[in-house]
């Protein structure tokens, strides 16, 4: 149940607060003066897009609190909860603190229970929440789908639980049909693929390429490709370092070795060379180490090098036309090569997975037969119950004469609630044809019937709150007192609140409010007043009449206020 809304620079309004509550709330106001805005206030709660253009002149942003009671072990509760929000006094009843903010700029805040949250938890919360009709709802209901959803909700749990199980089979009835037609219509191109996959990894397992193998063979080739000048540099380095020609030329160690006797036979007279003859001592060593080195490399160097540099460019260019024909590089055509194997599997396997779909999605189709004939006659048996009680409404609603069927059919094939087809078909009087509501129902006959079917449904689907705007229009006279008293009495078991423009509906009302408009200037201000006593008299004055002074209309509003109250006295 709504407790309370407050509503700042959205459309006319510039800030107002609605006090609500339980029972019946009507809402009205002169033409202009805001009353829908009430209802675009609700819908910004409830997670419908935020406008910019309904913000007010003037202000940055609108901004929409509301407050709810609701049932703390509800799963309403539990998805705030989970959405990080807070309840206030959870006791039998918590409240629950919804806020949203629209901004010139078109971005869009909202929070629960004082936590910021997506606006899609709004519309989540909001399902369960409130029902909302309105003149775009009259109109949905000339749909098939909004009269197969009215027709499910009176069906109560019975039909949910079917159609439950019925979507989950239908879910995966669909998956694996359009698994099982893509392999069918891909069959050729995947044998293909698997021919072309085979003869690939046949070509590359001949092959046999190793990683990093195109480097360490680019290394060989470069070495043994420059053979001569590495044995020439090699050779003049040894020979620099210590001669083997065996002439009398000098050479790194003989210097080295040199200087070495010379300073070791000096440090005697100055026992600060000493550190000087270790040094040389160890240059010497090294420049030996070096020239053994040198002579170790000359005699690996490989006398055959011609020989091996064609073999291994020959291995280079078998790789090389492999990376061209199968990948980018040869980690690349290694990395195909590992997961082929899989793929090839995968490729292969199709005939069999084939027979498997096919037996997989024939078993799914008899179930949904099953599940979908088992919807089809819950259905049936809702619909019959369903017309009876819609039509007793309309003749308590001055249709009298009126009846309601709802009708099924099958559609051409299965879909995600079944294959019926539902219609609401309404015979205005005996004798007369019966007419599709989509066809032939006016806007009055509409917003009776539509009325009448939530008043039948709200005895096997309560909903919290209930929120009407205009269900009266194209309706007066007896038909709107009618009206009235079936708001009032779908009040007893949920909050109601509507806005209307008809005094024998808001008679009804046990919360009047009314959105005042204050013109200043080139500015429309609008607020809300909560009636009573005398204001409340003038008011439904002025809806009957116009003139909230009329002493006619005073009369005539004291009079169906007279009839409301012995209404609720006899319930």
Do not use: C
Not at 235 to 250: F, H, I, K, M, Y
Not at 255 to 271: G, P
Not at 281 to 304: I, P, R
Not at 402 to 427: C, I, M
């Amino acid at each position: 149940m709504i407790e309370e809304i407050s509503i700042r620079s959205l459309g006319v309004i510039g800030e107002a607060t609605l006090p609500l509550g339980p029972g019946f709330t009507a809402i009205t106001g002169e033409t202009g003066a805001g009353k829908t805005m009430v209802v675009s206030a609700l819908g910004l709660l409830l997670g419908e897009r935020g406008d910019a253009a309904a913000i007010r002149s003037g202000a940055t942003q609108a901004v929409v609190e509301g407050r709810w009671l609701i049932d703390p072990e509800s799963s309403v509760a539990e998805r705030v909860r989970d959405a990080g929000g807070d309840l206030d006094d959870e006791g039998s009843a918590a409240g629950l603190l919804l806020t949203r903010a629209v901004t010139q700029e078109g971005r869009s805040r909202a929070t629960v229970g004082g936590r910021s949250a997506p606006v899609k938890v709004l519309s989540e919360i909001g399902e369960s929440l409130v029902v909302v009709h309105g003149q775009s709802d009259q109109v949905r209901l000339r749909s098939a789908s909004a009269q197969r959803e009215a027709l499910d909700r009176f069906a109560g749990e019975p039909v949910a639980a079917v159609l439950g199980d019925y979507q989950t089979v239908y879910r995966r009835w669909q998956a694996a049909q359009a698994e099982l037609d893509l392999l069918t219509e891909e069959r050729d191109r995947r044998g293909r693929e698997a021919d072309d996959l085979r003869s690939a990894l046949a070509e590359i397992e001949a092959i046999a390429p190793q990683r990093g193998e195109d480097v360490q063979l680019a290394e060989t080739i470069d070495r043994l490709s420059n053979l001569e000048e590495l044995r020439l540099a090699a050779a003049q380095a040894q020979e620099l370092v210590s001669s083997q020609s065996g002439e009398d030329v000098g050479d790194a160690l003989g210097f080295l070795d040199q200087a070495r006797r010379l300073l070791d036979r000096a440090s005697e007279h100055d026992a600060s060379l000493v550190p000087v003859v270790g040094t040389l001592a160890e240059a010497t060593a090294l420049a030996a180490e070096v020239s053994a080195q040198l002579a170790h490399y000359l005699g690996g160097l490989d006398a055959d090098g011609a020989a091996e540099l064609a073999t291994l460019q020959e291995r280079r260019a078998e790789l090389g036309a492999l990376v061209r024909k199968h990948g980018t590089s040869l980690d690349d055509v290694l990395d195909r090569f590992e997961s082929g194997g899989e793929r090839l599997i995968e490729l292969d396997g199709d005939t069999d997975r084939i027979e498997a779909l096919g037996a997989e999605v024939g078993e799914l189709r008899e179930r949904i037969i099953l599940l979908g004939d088992r919807l089809t006659e819950l259905r049936s048996a809702a619909a019959t119950q369903l017309g009876e009680r819609v039509t007793e409404e309309l003749a308590a609603l001055a249709m009298a004469t009126a009846r309601v069927t709802v009708q099924l059919s099958d559609r051409p094939e299965y879909a995600t609630t079944g294959k019926d087809q539902v219609e609401f078909l309404l015979q205005p009087h005996p004798g007369s044809e019966p007419r599709a509501l989509a066809r032939g129902a006016s806007g009055g006959e509409l917003s009776r019937v539509m009325l009448a079917i939530e008043v039948v449904i709200a005895a096997t689907d309560p909903i919290p709150t209930f929120i009407f705007d205009e269900v009266d229009a194209g309706v007066g006279g007896a038909s709107a007192i009618e009206i009235g008293r079936r708001l009032a009495r779908l009040a007893t078991t949920a909050q109601v609140i509507a806005v209307t423009h008809l005094a024998q509906v808001a008679a009804f009302a046990t919360n009047h409010l009314t959105v005042v408009k204050d013109v200043d200037g080139a500015v429309t201000a609008s607020s809300v007043r909560q009636l009573s006593g005398e204001d409340r008299v003038a008011e439904m004055a002025r809806l009957l009449s116009g003139l909230p002074d009329s002493e006619s209309g005073l009369t005539h509003a004291r009079e169906l206020l007279d009839l409301a109250a012995d209404d609720r006295a006899t319930v």
